[in-house]
Structure formats: C-alpha cells, structure tokens
C-alpha cells in the first residue's frame, strides 16, 4: 500500500453560494479521505476558492463591489461547509491569496522558459458564463456548446500555451496510466478528444484586471483556469520545495463533476509536464444531480442548500443520501422523498435499528454487560462469514470510488445480522437458563456486527458513527480506528458496560 494519499475537490467559483453539487464533491472526497486515513495512510485532503476570472468579476460588477469584497463575503460559506457538513479538509486555498500568485507566476515562467508558452493572438467565440473560447465549428447554432448561451467574438493579444506539442506525450500517459482517468467510458472519451488533435491554448487575457498578472506582461493577466488548475501545487507549498509537496505531489485523485474533466485531464497535466512536475496519478469525474427530475438552476428557483439540508436533516443524512443513492460517476437525481425513505430503511430501521435492538436486548438479559460468546455454533457461521468478507469486499469497492457498494455491503451486514437476531430468538433462548451462554453469543455476534457495520460506516456518517461507536463501549474517537480492526471479528469488548439504548437515526418523518 502506498503510504500517503492526496485528493483534492475542484476550487469553486466564488460568484454564487455553495450548492448540493458542490457539497457532493466536497463529501465524495470526504468519505475518501477518512476511509484512506483508517487505513493508515498519510492524508492530505484539499479544497477551497477560485476566486479570479470574468465570472467573479462580472458577478461582483452587478452587485456594484470590487471582484475582491464579494470573494471575501461568499468565501465563509464555502468555508462554513467544512463544519456544516463534517469535512475533515487538512487545507483551504483561495487563489487571491499572495501564496498563490506566486505559485502560479513560477509554473507560468517555467513554461515560458522552455519555449511552450508565446504571444500571439486570439480570436474567437467566448462564452462569458464558461470562461471558453470556441471555435467556429464547436458553435451550436451561434451558442457556447457547454451551456447554450449565445458566445460572442472577441480578439485580443493573449499568450499562448503549446498544447499542440502535448499531444503525443498526453496519449502516451494516457497509455502507461490506464487508471489516470475514471471511470473507464470517460477516459474513452478524452482519449478521443486527444486523439482529435489539439490546438494551442489561450492562457492570458488583456480585457480583465481581476486575475494574477502574467510576470513581465503588463495589461496580461493570467487564464482562470491556468490559474485554477496550479491551486493542486500552491496547496503543498509550492513553489517552495516543501516537505508536504515532497511527501504528496503527484495528487491521489483530483475528483470533478464531469464539465470539468477536459481541464483536469488534458490542459493540467500538460501544463506540468511542460514546466517539468509530475503529472497527477488519478482524475475521477463524478455525474449531475438534477432536483425533483429537472435541472437545477436559480431562474427554476430549486438549488439545493447544502445548509438548509443539514439544518432539516442532519449532516449524516445528506453525505448519506448523496453518496448512496447513485453510483459516483453516474447521474442523479435528488429527492426530499428519496432522502427520507432512503435514510428511514437504511439507517433508522436497519443499522439503527439492529444497534438499538440489540442494547435492549442486553439489559434485559445481561444487565447491560456484554456476555463472552461460546464456541460458534452452525446458525453462527452465516453472519460469520459475512463478518469476514466484508473489510475486503468494501476495501474493493472504495478502489474503484463505489461509494454505494460500499454502503450497501455493510448495509448487507447489518441486515444479516438482524436476521440472525430473528432466527436465533433470544426471546425464546431468555426463557430457558440452561440456554444462556447461547443467549449470550447470540447478542454477541449481533453487537459485534454492529460495531463491524459503524466502523466501516463512519467515514461516511462520522457524527453518528462516533455516537454508536460509544454506545458499543469502544474507545476514543472512531476515525482513529484502524480499518484492519473491522477484518477482525471479536473485537467487542467482553464485561463493557453498555447503555440500554441508543436512538442514532430517529426515523423521519417529513
Ligand atoms: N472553478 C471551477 C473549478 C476549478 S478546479 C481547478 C468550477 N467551479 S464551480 O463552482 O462552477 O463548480 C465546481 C464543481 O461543482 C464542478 O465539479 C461541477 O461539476 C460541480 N457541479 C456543479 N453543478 C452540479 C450538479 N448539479 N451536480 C453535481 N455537481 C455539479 O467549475
């Protein structure tokens, strides 16, 4: 296993409020991270603000206040989602900060200095809301093909990035990292846009003062997306020679809804290659929730705030429900209904449920203190196995970023093992002494596949996990945990003195 891991989520757009696709990144890498983290890697998780460009800028100019000021006042919610949410981010990065300039003049420089970026020229049609340039064949019926807003001509002096020369090199990563892109049909897909040929790329802008001055170019400042992009090095301490660059770079996994994938797969890592940094090592391109079936978008009035969800649902719900119900990479579509049922039948009536059942079951029986289990008997070996299959199962799943698998495997379990309640009856088991090292094991097992269940769980519901994982008399804060502890089974601590209830997922009623 590789000793560290760095995943980051795209910087987003400080023009407008955070919204659920931009919590779903932020959560997605979340779960990641956690999950990594237990399984003793060295982690660095980053997120944060692209705060330069015409959006900023021309969103700023309508609410009458310089570009910096509105960055400064919507860059705390971006920031609050880290608490609202659960997000155990190790860095926040905003490209208007002095770090950050200096950053990205270096890489620029750097490419300068090798002959891959000169001045020339730019015409062509751009489309404002997009940041993009497109070419006349790219047009659909005189709109930005991304957004369908009419895109208008321009010409202006800009420096360009060879991206030409990158095309071999790119394809032949490509090649040698058949994992760099995910999943595999998006990988397809750039690899064909490659393949198509590439053409040189405008990376500076002479019609916009809000952005990083391209060194020794007066009136230039540098491309938003250059800029963004070189926020993955600025976020290690480069252009210093840190010991976190050294220990991090190349990226784990740079996760991106899948508009932003081209960014991220072919300009960034030929940016690098060109100011010789190692490209990153995976890019894994997420889908778009619609909301209630249709697109999200303010003139429909149905955005989704990630703070009203966690202020009605709770934070556990949302990360639940957004990483559950779809498979990550696919399309989606959120919910209220779909929220609630989902959360009732999984965590309130399964997991909750076999956690809460279980503790009452142990008072009555047990005056609260967990029994020794006896050798297992026949009736034992089902839930046994499933105990033992699910660390690698679920190890397997997070490889390949099936968060849903994942959670419907321990889902699986903590289903077994209420099906092994109802089939061994301690009920029935309570009524007969002689029965009672049995009634012990059984409630042993259950409780054990609870704790199995909420620590496999817990990097993607830690509030509730934390409190379970306290109501199953295990010590210390759950996400210092170790994943290798869910592969062992047995490891519920004997004579712990357990509280009759616990109620971690109240059902909801909406
Ligand atoms: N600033 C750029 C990213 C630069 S990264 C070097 C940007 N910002 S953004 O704020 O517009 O978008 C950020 C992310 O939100 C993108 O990954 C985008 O895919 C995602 N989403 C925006 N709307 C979404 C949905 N409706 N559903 C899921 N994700 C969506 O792009």
Known sequence: ????????????????????????????????????????????????????GEKVNKSATQQGIPPKELADRVVTRFQGLSSALTISNDGFIRTSEPR?????????RKSHANGDIYLGAYEGWYC????????????????????????????????????????????????????????????????????AGLTDLSVSRTSLTWGIPVPGADGHVIYVWYDALTN???????????????????????????????????????????AGIEPPLGVFAHGWWTVEGQKMSKSLGNVVDPYEMV???????????????VPFGKDGDFSR?????????????????????????????????????????????????????????ADAAMEEVEFHKVLAAVL?????????????????LA?????????????????????VSVLLMSPFIPTAAQRMWEALGCDGRVEKATLSEAGRWGGLRVGATLPRSVIAFPRIED
Not at 311 to 325: T, V
Not at 361 to 376: D, E, H, Q, R, T
């Open 311 to 325: 202020e009605k649902y709770g934070a556990d719900a949302f990360r639940y429900f957004l990483l559950r119900e």
């Open 431 to 451: 009524k007969d002494p002689a029965r009672k090292n049995r009634l012990g094991t059984v409630l042993y097992h259950a409780l054990e596949a609870a704790r």
């Open 128 to 195: 404002t809301p997009c940041e993009s340039y497109w070419t006349d064949l790219q047009l659909v019926d005189g709109t930005c093909p991304d957004c369908r807003r009419p895109a208008e001509k321009r010409k202006e002096p800009s420096y360009f990035f060879r991206l030409s020369k990158f095309q071999k090199p790119l394809l032949g990563y490509y090649e040698r990292n058949p994992r760099f892109i995910r999943p595999e049909s998006r990988r397809n897909e750039v690899i064909a846009f490659v393949e």
């Open 412 to 428: 699986n379990l903590s289903d077994a093992a209420n099906r092994y309640i109802d089939t061994n009856a301690p009920w029935a």
């Open 1 to 52: 296993m590789k000793e560290t891991f760095y995943i980051t989520t795209p910087i987003y757009y400080v023009n407008d409020v955070p919204h659920i696709g931009h919590a779903y990144t932020t959560i997605a890498c979340d779960a990641l991270a956690r999950w990594h983290r237990m399984k003793g890697q060295k982690v660095f998780f980053l997120t944060g603000t692209d705060e330069h």
């Open 232 to 274: 993955y090095i600025t976020g290690l301490g480069y252009p210093k020679r840190t010991e976190a660059f050294d220990t991090f770079w190349p990226a784990d996994v740079h996760m991106v809804g899948k508009d932003i994938l081209r960014f991220h797969a072919i300009y960034w890592p030929a940016f690098l290659m060109s």
């Open 100 to 108: 950050h300039y200096a950053s990205v003049q270096d890489i620029f």
């Open 337 to 393: 209904k779909a929220l609630v049922d989902r959360i009732n039948s999984d965590l309130a009536n399964n997991l909750g449920n076999l956690l809460n059942r279980s503790l009452n079951m142990l008072a009555k029986y047990f005056g609260s203190v967990v029994p020794s289990p006896s050798a297992p008997e026949l009736s034992d070996e089902g839930l046994l196995c499933a105990g033992r299959e699910i660390l690698p199962a």
